[in-house]
């Protein structure tokens, strides 16, 4: 007998509000960010640098602060 090849089939959801909201945080506070550095530092790595340290920084709290695992992306079904 032939042994059938089983796949594992996973289908995820993303909800647009998260979507958009993860947009606005990088583009706004990212240039935000960057821009301040820019100013004080008048160097484009350390802004750079900043800006990436600086959302990366505010994701990692958001997730500390609730558990968006739950909220944001949901499984819908898993085929064997």
Same mark, same amino acid.
């Given at each position: 007998?032939?042994?059938?090849?089983?796949?594992?089939?996973?289908?995820?959801?993303?909800?647009?509000?998260? *979507?958009?909201?993860? /947009? #606005?945080?990088? @583009?706004?506070?990212?240039? =935000? &960010?960057y821009?301040?550095?820019?100013?004080?530092?008048?160097? *484009?790595?350390?802004? /750079? #640098?900043?800006? @990436?340290?600086?959302?990366? =920084? &505010?994701k990692?709290?958001?997730?500390?602060?609730?558990?968006?695992?739950?909220?944001?992306?949901?499984?819908?079904?898993?085929?064997?």
């Amino acid at each position: 007998m032939a042994k059938k090849n089983e796949q594992a089939f996973l289908v995820v959801f993303v909800e647009g509000a998260v *979507i958009k909201r993860l /947009m #606005i945080l990088d @583009i706004m506070v990212g240039s =935000g &960010i960057y821009y301040a550095l820019q100013w004080m530092c008048s160097s *484009i790595i350390i802004s /750079m #640098i900043g800006s @990436i340290v600086g959302t990366e =920084g &505010i994701k990692k709290v958001q997730k500390q602060r609730k558990n968006p695992d739950i909220k944001l992306v949901r499984v819908l079904k898993t085929v064997k």
